[in-house]
């Protein structure tokens, strides 16, 4: 079997999804079909079964899976100690998050330590009210940041992460009775004031306007996620927020609604031009490789 044609095996296997499987590879449909097709006559037996509306592994299919995976993991760690050692990728790549938003690109980080054990991926936390600010002095090699990041001296990298948004709000407040809240909502409430960060970047969570142009009023001038809830349960502002904090944070005093008409939050890499590494293109090629997730 060809490195190539167990690497779509094993994706299928994964995806459980012909579509899926040729975007993440960059190669056709028909191309995957072909792969399966030969080495289901290669072996006798079926390694999918395949419906109008679903793929599912047969039994033949999972203990492939399973034999093949350890194999194939130890050529692409082989192969990417040898390019690492090549190109010196070796030292600390620091990678910014915003709190717990790390804990869901686990694989991402296990598949780049597996790929380049040499190199000591260290996590630095990255607040709202600053997220460039890292890359710029230097203190971060690379953050994940929502979409979108027009800084000139950045670039954006590949899509992460994406999610839904909440709505933050005092258990007292009005709005804590609804079972979801929409943007329109926001009008007439005192939202958090980030300070002073790029305007288009925090108007794709936080819009100076409602859907239909109602205005939405900016509060008191917050620059840590803490902050921020302590506010809300005091009724001091209402807050939107990403959906990952439904997993990772509870308060006292706050509930979280979901904003049933908010566009996702896209999370994406982002590194500093001019500053870009092996090792930083290896994190982003790890991240192709591992494809956008949907929290």
Same mark, same amino acid.
């Given at each position: 079997?060809?490195?190539?044609?167990?690497?779509?095996?094993?994706?299928?296997?994964?995806?459980? +999804?012909?579509?899926?499987?040729?975007?993440?590879?960059?190669?056709?449909?028909?191309?995957?079909?072909?792969?399966?097709?030969?080495?289901?006559?290669?072996i006798?037996?079926?390694?999918?079964?395949?419906?109008t509306?679903?793929?599912?592994?047969?039994?033949?299919?999972?203990?492939?899976?399973?034999?093949?995976?350890?194999?194939?993991?130890?050529?692409?760690?082989?192969?990417?100690?040898?390019?690492?050692?090549?190109?010196?990728m070796?030292?600390?790549?620091?990678?910014?998050?915003?709190?717990?938003?790390? +804990?869901?690109?686990?694989?991402?980080?296990?598949?780049?330590?597996?790929?380049?054990? =040499?190199?000591?991926?260290?996590?630095?936390?990255?607040?709202?009210?600053?997220?460039?600010?890292?890359?710029?002095?230097?203190?971060?090699d690379?953050?994940?940041?929502?979409?979108?990041?027009?800084?000139?001296?950045?670039?954006?990298?590949?899509?992460?992460?994406?999610?839904?948004?909440?709505?933050?709000?005092?258990?007292?407040?009005?709005?804590?009775?609804?079972?979801?809240?929409?943007?329109? =909502?926001?009008?007439?409430?005192?939202?958090?004031?980030?300070?002073?960060?790029?305007?288009?970047?925090?108007?794709?969570?936080?819009?100076?306007?409602?859907?239909?142009?109602?205005?939405?009023?900016?509060g008191?001038?917050?620059?840590?996620?803490?902050?921020?809830?302590? +506010?809300?349960?005091?009724?001091?502002?209402?807050?939107p927020?990403? %959906?990952?904090?439904?997993?990772?944070y509870?308060?006292?005093?706050?509930?979280?609604?979901?904003?049933? =008409?908010?566009?996702?939050?896209?999370?994406?890499?982002?590194?500093?031009?001019?500053?870009?590494?092996?090792?930083?293109?290896?994190?982003?090629? %790890?991240?192709?490789?591992?494809?956008?997730?949907?929290?």
């Open positions: 079997m060809e490195l190539r044609d167990i690497e779509i095996f094993l994706t299928l296997a994964e995806e459980l +999804h012909f579509g899926r499987t040729a975007e993440r590879l960059h190669v056709s449909q028909a191309r995957v079909s072909q792969a399966v097709k030969v080495q289901e006559r290669r006798g037996a079926r390694l999918f079964q395949r419906t509306r679903a793929v599912a592994l047969t039994p033949i299919g999972e203990r492939l899976r399973d034999d093949l995976r350890v194999g194939y993991d130890a050529i692409q760690a082989g192969l990417a100690r040898a390019s690492a050692a090549a190109q010196g070796t030292g600390i790549l620091r990678l910014g998050v915003m709190g717990a938003v790390g +804990h869901e690109i686990r694989d991402l980080i296990d598949l780049f330590q597996r790929r380049h054990p =040499d190199c000591d991926l260290q996590i630095r936390e990255v607040h709202f009210s600053d997220p460039f600010g890292s890359l710029r002095t230097d203190q971060a690379l953050v994940l940041l929502w979409r979108p990041v027009r800084e000139p001296d950045l670039t954006q990298g590949p899509d992460v992460l994406s999610e839904g948004r909440v709505l933050a709000v005092a258990t007292h407040h009005p709005l804590a009775e609804r079972k979801t809240v929409s943007l329109e =909502d926001l009008a007439g409430q005192i939202c958090l004031d980030p300070g002073p960060v790029s305007e288009y970047w925090m108007e794709a969570m936080l819009p100076a306007h409602t859907p239909s142009g109602r205005p939405i009023q900016r008191p001038r917050l620059h840590t996620f803490h902050e921020i809830l302590t +506010h809300v349960a005091a009724g001091k502002c209402v807050a927020l990403n %959906a990952h904090v439904l997993r990772y509870t308060h006292p005093g706050v509930v979280y609604l979901p904003i049933h =008409d908010a566009p996702p939050t896209e999370w994406a890499l982002v590194w500093k031009t001019t500053g870009e590494t092996a090792a930083i293109r290896a994190f982003v090629q %790890a991240a192709h490789d591992t494809g956008p997730r949907h929290i």
